[in-house]
């Protein structure tokens, strides 16, 4: 079953403008963590930002926030002022808690800014 | 900083050839993972392996198989090469941990032809 859900294949914002990178995932453990990553055409992956389950406050980094909501379960990225170097593949991703290590990923979400 | 390598970026085989990507990584992660990536799929996992010779399957092993024989090395191997293996193939590693992040390589295009 898909636990991840981005639902954006596409987006494209103005420069300077704000994006909201929709994410929603699906579990049943009380632990467990969310996270972002970016892929510019270069190919590499980069983390953006991290959010435990348990975690009050919404997680920031820079210009990267997460608005976490819980009871919906939904884990959406926010990018403030968006630039051009931004435009690149996010992708959402989860762990659960127990054993298991890996990460289970969404489809990604292609975002353009446009000058 | 953590660094994740992998021996090729671009690999061209053939239809029935084995196929080795390696990946080593220089922070003595415990956990190793390869990952394939197709466009509207995301990132599936292949493999993972948590430490020496050990392994476990993930959502697409058919087809691979994996051996890690020292903790900094992680070698994904296609016994016989299929034309719908072709693909971007990425390593990456993590520490043991909830909030741990995974650290990728820069990826394999491997076309099969």
């Known amino acids: 079953a898909q636990k991840i859900t981005q639902t954006q294949p596409g987006m494209f914002v103005q420069e300077k403008e704000a994006v909201t990178l929709d994410c929603t995932y699906d579990t049943s453990d009380q632990s467990y963590g969310l996270f972002w990553y970016k892929q510019p055409s270069s190919g590499e992956m980069i983390f953006l930002i991290y959010?435990?389950?348990?975690?009050?406050q919404n997680a920031t980094e820079g210009r990267y926030s997460l608005n976490f909501q819980k009871a919906r379960k939904s884990a959406n990225l926010v990018i403030s002022a968006s630039q051009l170097g931004d435009s690149a593949m996010y992708f959402c991703a989860m762990r659960e808690g127990g054993g298991a290590q890996k990460l289970v990923f969404g489809q990604g979400t292609r975002l353009t800014i446009n000058p | 900083d953590v660094k994740v390598t992998q021996s090729s970026r671009y690999l061209v085989k053939r239809t029935g050839e084995k196929v080795f990507l390696e990946c080593v990584q220089d922070m003595d992660h415990e956990n190793m993972f390869w990952y394939r990536q197709d466009p509207g799929l995301g990132l599936r996992l292949i493999y993972f392996s948590y430490d020496v010779k050990m392994k476990e399957k993930g959502d697409i092993p058919e087809g691979y198989s994996v051996s890690r024989e020292k903790k900094e090395r992680f070698s994904l191997i296609l016994e016989s090469a299929s034309t719908n293996q072709t693909s971007m193939y990425l390593c990456?590693?993590?520490?043991?941990?909830?909030?741990?992040?995974?650290?990728f390589g820069p990826g394999t295009r491997l076309l099969v032809l």
């Open positions: 959010q435990g389950s348990y975690d009050e």
């Open positions: 990456a590693s993590s520490l043991l941990g909830l909030q741990e992040t995974q650290y």
